[in-house]
């Protein structure tokens, strides 16, 4: 265990509380957080502020996973379970810290080594990727940052150090045991509620799946696929970029729309720009929703290394449309029929290990990240079953047509085209046992291409599979 993990957990252990990380934050527990705040006397003494109206904050998180494939190709498990712990300061004359760690247990699981020419996909990821093997030692350090709120209503801030980040395209991405993390300086603008501002440079990440932060062009970890010449790739040590400047407007000019753009310059790599528009109407009893998304992807890279050792080739670029129409009424019930359209351009880049791809025919297990020339539909509906909301149910069926695995340029992974099926039930816990949720996800994904090749590089964990994950969260 690193040496300053173990200050941050050893200290944290002994005010007696166990972390929970900001995209898990149960609704009381940051409502609470926010009186306390309001409670901090300035001619008080600073240890009795940070002492009494300071946050802990604890989260525990058991993740069972499991994994059918085709035929005779390796089918694998794991279970995972991890404990965490943060301290939060009141704002005091603006300024807020706070930090975090967690740590993480292999209980048990098949071997997840790759032994080619099969590999793990999924879960491997509750752990370390980059040492299959560590069963114990896999513990983070992850928030460390100072705030400075600038605005009378605390809406406002700049933030500089480790923290977890939730945009578009860089995410949390926490169907793992831990979610991704990033290292930099993030600023908010959030005063009027027609118009919004946000911006930020991040120079550091800590993807999910790892316990090691490094520099952003370092931070190419996963699996390469590959190049567009068809050989294999081998970027991951080849990749120089000194990090990402991104920038957000959000407009709110009328009530029930939305318009949001975003961009993304990675140095050295490329610049992404994603607009967004979304819109809600009521109907009597009903709510229409509808929304568009257009991401365009110009390569920024002017290197002279050979081509498998570019993450993204000189002058490459993507376009990428996605559309939604769904309806909603008063219990909470949704539906949306989804469609998404990845032009044959070029291949719609960006690091699996920054966050999921933001387009709406998104499904849990399976991304079309990687891929041009694409054509993706789903639908998908939502239902809570009881008058609480407390029990939510959410069906999904999509179809996923793809370039051929035979075209390098169009298809980095070798997907083939496929339909998917997700089904997923969650219960939060009331009463005597509030703070636990359950979520059971069930996910097939069959094979639409009747002339495919059966070869692991095309089969396996990605068609004619079956997937199973059970996660328990505990947070208080």
Same mark, same amino acid.
């Given at each position: ?168 395209m860089i995410n949390l991405q926490d169907g ?102 979304? +819109? ?5 009893? @009903?709510? !229409?929703?509808?929304?568009?998304? /257009?991401?365009?992807?110009?390569? *920024?890279? &002017? ?80 239902r809570f079953l009881d008058k609480g909301k ?36 969650? +219960? ?5 046992? @509030?703070? !636990?949720?359950?979520?059971?996800? /069930?996910?097939?994904?069959?094979? *639409?291409? &009747? ?26």
């Amino acid at each position: 265990m690193k040496f300053s993990t173990r200050i941050l957990l050893s200290g944290a252990l002994v005010a007696g509380s166990i972390f929970s990380s900001a995209q898990h934050h149960d609704p009381n527990l940051s409502a609470r957080r926010v009186l306390i705040d309001k409670r901090c006397l300035e001619n008080d003494s600073l240890i009795n502020i940070l002492h009494n109206t300071g946050s802990f904050e604890g989260h525990i998180r058991n993740f069972f996973m499991t994994t059918t494939n085709h035929g005779d190709f390796p089918d694998y498990y794991a279970w995972g379970v991890g404990g965490g712990l943060g301290y939060f300061s009141p704002i005091i004359k603006g300024f807020q810290v706070g930090m975090s760690g967690y740590i993480i247990y292999n209980l048990a699981s098949s071997s997840l080594a790759p032994t080619p020419p099969f590999a793990n996909r999924y879960e491997i990821g509750l752990f370390d990727i980059s040492n299959p093997d560590n069963h114990e030692d896999l513990d983070r350090l992850e928030d460390l940052y100072l705030s400075y709120y600038f605005s009378e209503k605390n809406k406002s801030f700049i933030q500089v150090g480790k923290f977890h980040l939730k945009t578009p395209m860089i995410n949390l991405q926490d169907g793992r045991m831990r979610p991704n993390l990033q290292e930099g300086v993030w600023a908010e603008w959030n005063e009027s509620k027609k118009i919004v501002f946000k911006a930020g440079w991040l120079w550091r990440t800590s993807p999910r799946s790892t316990i090691h932060w490094y520099d952003i062009g370092k931070s190419l970890i996963y699996p390469n696929g590959r190049a567009v010449n068809g050989n294999k790739a081998d970027y991951t040590t080849h990749t120089k970029s000194s990090g990402i400047a991104l920038a957000n407007v959000t407009l709110k000019p009328i009530r029930g729309f939305e318009y949001q753009v975003w961009n993304y310059y990675v140095d050295r790599l490329f610049n992404m720009s994603l607009n967004k528009i979304e +819109y809600k109407r009521k109907l009597d009893d @009903r709510t !229409l929703m509808a929304g568009f998304q /257009y991401a365009w992807q110009k390569s *920024l890279y &002017n290197d002279t290394l050979a081509i498998e050792k570019q993450y993204i080739t000189k002058d490459e670029q993507s376009h990428t449309f996605s559309g939604r129409v769904g309806l909603a009424n008063r219990k909470g019930e949704e539906w949306f029929l989804n469609y998404t359209r990845i032009t044959s351009h070029g291949r719609f880049l960006f690091p699996r290990e920054w966050g999921i791809e933001p387009f709406y025919t998104f499904m849990q297990r399976e991304r079309n990240e990687g891929s041009g020339d694409v054509h993706a539909t789903t639908v998908q509906h939502t239902r809570f079953l009881d008058k609480g909301k407390h029990f939510e149910l959410l069906a999904a069926a999509g179809m996923y047509w793809m370039p051929s695995v035979n075209d390098a340029r169009l298809n980095k992974y070798t997907m083939p085209s496929y339909y998917q099926f997700n089904a997923r039930s969650r +219960y939060r816990f009331q009463g005597f046992l @509030r703070g !636990l949720n359950l979520e059971v996800l /069930y996910t097939f994904k069959g094979n *639409l291409d &009747n002339g495919l090749e059966i070869q692991p590089s095309y089969y396996q964990n990605k068609v004619d599979m079956h997937h199973v994950s059970v996660v328990m969260d505990y947070y208080f």
